[in-house]
């Protein structure tokens, strides 16, 4: 289980913010994600968007456990 | 100190409290930037921030800037959630010893906070909302600062 969270299009692409999911790895939360919402899948994918775990941004993969937070950033507009 | 701030905020007041108790400070420089209203094109502003992440990429960021420009202090304040024409954005203010690295760093501060903090924005017009992405202008005001 991991705490999701969307920001920005993106949340407003899957019609919600924040949702508990139940995967060990990045990899298997977009998979996941791809069973439940292809077109949301597709865009966290997409150009731009960055993944932060545990506010933290990462590259690549990542284990997830039911307390990890991840975020799903999309391009940052600026203040 | 930097605060991001879901409530509208009074900048004269942020200003006069950064100024009290400073001795050694011979210049404070501020920028108080307010949400436009693009002759009706924008009804509201809609910033969202990503609490601890948000405000942790604002600190790392004005710390950097406070040793380049050797500064004594800095206050930011952003507003977050829906802000309405006329409300302030965003208040910027940096101490130094003299004008030059308070001016300088609080330009650098805010061509910062326009083109690349985690921020996500978005406009409510007449049409609907759409979601905005940095300026171009925004982009090559801070990239100006790179190439020092």
Partial sequence: MAQVLLFGRLADLAG????ALEAGSLAAL???????DPALAEALAGPGVQV???????????????????????????? | MITL????????????????GRDETGAVASFTGLARAEQGR?????????????????RDFAEAAKARFALHDYRIVHRTGRIAPGEAIVFVATAAGHRREAFEACDFLMDWLKSRAPFWKKEHGPDGARWIEPTDRDRTDASRWDQE
């Fill in chain 1, 30 to 36: 977009r998979a996941l994600l791809a069973d439940q």
């Fill in chain 2, 42 to 58: 924008a009804a509201a502003l809609e910033l969202e921030a990503y609490p601890g992440f948000t405000d942790a990429a604002i």
């Fill in chain 2, 5 to 20: 701030s879901p409530q509208p905020f009074e900048p004269g007041a942020l200003l006069t409290a950064f100024c009290e």
């Fill in chain 1, 52 to 79: 932060a775990v545990d506010k933290a941004l990462v590259r690549g993969e990542a284990a997830l456990t039911a307390t990890t937070e991840v975020a799903f950033l999309p391009p940052m507009s600026g203040g």
């Fill in chain 1, 16 to 19: 919600w913010r924040d949702k």
